[in-house]
């Protein structure tokens, strides 16, 4: 299950920004340089999917991985880390190809959690955004491991972030 | 309390809003600053500058302190770094898997420009 051939053409990298949206919502994007079609295919084919969902820095292996993308059709990740297992599941909502795809995340605590992807193609490179709705914001604390001591006044951060960023490294 | 917590998210969105205080929040991100020292990096009256870091004051973003006639600006509070912390690992979770999924683009356009090459044959 070794493809990779980083050595030869490393094409540029794109930057990847995270926003805090609301209380509720996270939104990470990205543009990739492939047409919508083939990203969209690399996100909905299970065989391809598990190439890059996991990143290898992060100590997990992929032990199985289900997707039955349609309309209320499920999906189930089991990863393993050191001793434990973990699960991640839910159901599309939404595929519409290549363009958007929407899931749920059940395996939470608390209501579940609402994935929004979408794929806009623009000249043959595509603009990946990633929308999570939480279902509260004390879900979405808990998913960022933060210790939920800091103050609400401090929930905009994410403008203030994106703009410091835009400044600073632009 | 959420209506506590809805109105202090209602400042603190008030006070990001505006362009010179999220230029005075990466002033003090590089360091802290008095009053006067902002006024004039920003061109503005001390008055101005003072409503300006009252309204980021209030929304917890900034504290101040003084000292004999200066009043001292620093950014908040700890939690600042925290969530910038989090959201930054989240980034970079995310920047890995792309750099992943740029790879399987990759290997997709490739083999779909090989398999055009075939079929024209």
């Not at chain 1, 605590?109 to 609402?114: Q, R």
């Not at chain 2, 970079?92 to 490739?110: C, G, I, P």
Request: aromatic share 8%.
């Amino acid at each position: 299950m070794d493809e990779r051939r980083e050595s030869e053409a490393a094409p540029t990298k794109n930057h990847t920004t995270v926003e805090r949206r609301s209380e509720r919502e996270l939104v990470v994007t990205r543009t990739v340089n492939g047409p919508a079609r083939l990203v969209f295919e690399a996100w909905t084919k299970a065989d391809l999917f598990r190439r890059w969902w996991v990143p290898r820095s992060y100590g997990l292996t992929l032990l199985s991985c289900e997707m039955d993308v349609r309309v209320g059709g499920g999906y189930r990740l089991v990863f393993s880390h050191q001793d434990s297992t973990m699960e991640f599941f839910g159901t599309y909502l939404d595929v519409t190809p290549h363009s958007r795809l929407v899931w749920t995340n059940e395996e939470g605590d608390g209501g579940m959690t609402v994935t929004t992807v979408t794929f806009d193609d623009i000249a043959g490179r595509t603009l990946v955004a990633v929308h999570d709705l939480y279902p509260s914001k004390e879900a979405l604390d808990a998913a960022s491991g933060s210790t939920g001591a800091m103050p609400e006044a401090l929930d905009q951060l994410d403008e203030l972030l994106v703009s410091l960023g835009s400044t600073t490294t632009e | 309390m959420v209506q506590w917590v809805q109105a202090n998210f209602d400042v603190s969105f008030g006070a990001l809003s505006d362009a010179t205080r999220r230029g005075v929040l990466e002033q003090l991100g590089r360091a802290d600053a008095s009053i006067t020292a902002l006024a004039q990096r920003f061109h503005m009256t001390l008055t101005g500058m003072k409503k300006h870091v009252d309204v980021l004051e209030q929304a917890g973003l900034v504290t101040t302190e003084k000292v004999g006639r200066v009043r001292t600006c620093r950014l908040g509070l700890r939690g600042l770094q925290e969530e910038a912390e989090w959201i930054e690992r989240y980034r970079q979770l995310w920047s890995a898997r792309f750099d992943e999924l740029d790879k399987v683009v990759e290997n997709l356009k490739r083999k779909e420009s090989v398999d055009g090459r075939k079929k024209r044959k």
